[in-house]
């Protein structure tokens, strides 16, 4: 069995920042892909970030720039670092692991309210 465990969630004014983490417990095998994806209602699940097992990042393009993506691996923790956030970032995000071979979980998701 596999917990992913997001923080960080919450209501914050345009312009500033949040941190999100997710913490991966249980059975941590070859972690391929540790990430962000959110939901906003009525729109369909779309990356905000991620990082690979070698360490390489991607980023949605609505957030190049000002969402950083971190890991530390000791910990099989992912980080997400927004800042200056917009009202157009309000949704529910969600931590996404993938492990070799073909393993998929998903995190609970955690609330991002960005007020004008």
């Known amino acids: 069995q596999v917990r992913l465990v997001e923080s960080g969630g919450g209501l914050v004014q345009a312009g500033g920042p949040l941190r999100l983490s997710c913490a991966a417990s249980?059975?941590?095998?070859?972690?391929?892909?540790m990430g962000w994806y959110r939901q906003a209602p009525g729109n369909q699940r779309e990356l905000v970030a991620g990082?690979?097992?070698?360490?390489?990042?991607n980023y949605g393009h609505s957030v190049k720039g000002r969402f950083t993506i971190s890991r530390d691996n000791a910990k099989n923790t992912v980080y997400l670092q927004m800042n200056s956030l917009k009202p157009e970032d309000t949704a529910t995000y969600y931590c996404?692991?993938?492990?070799?071979?073909?393993?998929?979980?998903w995190g609970q998701g955690t609330q991002v309210t960005v007020s004008s």
């Open positions: 990082i690979t097992g070698s360490g390489i990042t």
């Open positions: 996404n692991l993938k492990m070799i071979p073909s393993r998929d979980y």
């Open positions: 249980g059975s941590i095998s070859r972690i391929n892909f």
